[in-house]
């Protein structure tokens, strides 16, 4: 873990504290005993609701080290923040690496994915590199960055689309929950791809040859519905 300097931690440990009070003053109980059955386990959650943090983070645009701050932090709230305050092109190759290990269930898999990852200069050398990791929650993340990707109409090149779908056809022997469904949102926002909807439909077609359970999934929740519109 990258350790922040003494200037930026006394710069930003005030903020840090004042914030972790008004966060105590939106604690939700009810809401961290749900979150703990769905299996999202944190060191300590407050229970804040998302709306309520993004307009947390708006008080706190542009405050790169107190994001890097809440990062190093174990409250869910504050991990949230760090991914919606933090600006992308400002991050060095250290502190992203950072984020990515840090990530640990799908809640701040889907949130690194949505505020902050899809956001990196070189987003796509990321996300492939990400795909090849053996760490669950960093093949859900890479899947959910490239759907972003996609969703917001970026340009991937013929030569990177023939290596995610290399990296895919490894990702689909994997039967694990998150990663099978992170896997769907991504060939969904790439199969929207009037270029890539036939290479979509092929591709799950033959995962049947190996992954019986996920194809079946996937010819439910992706082929039905690029079938369909």
Not at 41 to 50: A, E, P
């Amino acid at each position: 873990m990258h350790k922040l300097d003494k200037k930026t931690v006394e710069k930003v440990a005030d903020i840090y504290k004042t914030l972790l009070k008004r966060l105590r003053t939106r604690e939700n109980g009810p809401v961290v005993d749900s979150m703990k059955r769905l299996g999202l386990n944190y060191t300590r959650s407050f229970g804040v609701s998302l709306i309520d943090l993004k307009a947390f983070a708006k008080e706190y645009s542009g405050k790169q080290d107190l994001a890097l701050y809440l990062w190093q932090k174990d409250f869910r709230e504050t991990k949230i923040l760090s991914l919606m305050i933090a600006d992308a092109e400002k991050l060095t190759k250290e502190q992203i690496q950072d984020y990515i290990l840090g990530i640990n269930n799908i809640e701040l898999a889907e949130q690194a994915a949505l505020n902050l990852l899809s956001n990196l200069p070189n987003t796509i050398e990321y996300a492939y590199s990400w795909c090849k990791s053996e760490d669950e929650y960093t093949r859900v993340t890479a899947l959910l960055v490239l759907a972003r990707i996609f969703q917001k109409g970026q340009i991937v090149s013929p030569e990177q689309m023939e290596q995610f779908f290399l990296c895919f056809k490894e990702i689909a022997k994997d039967k694990n929950f998150h990663v099978k469904k992170a896997l769907g949102r991504a060939l969904l926002q790439i199969g929207r791809k009037e270029q890539y909807k036939e290479k979509v439909i092929n591709f799950i077609n033959e995962i049947n040859n190996f992954n019986k359970e996920t194809a079946s999934w996937l010819n439910e929740e992706v082929v039905y519905f690029l079938e369909n519109i």
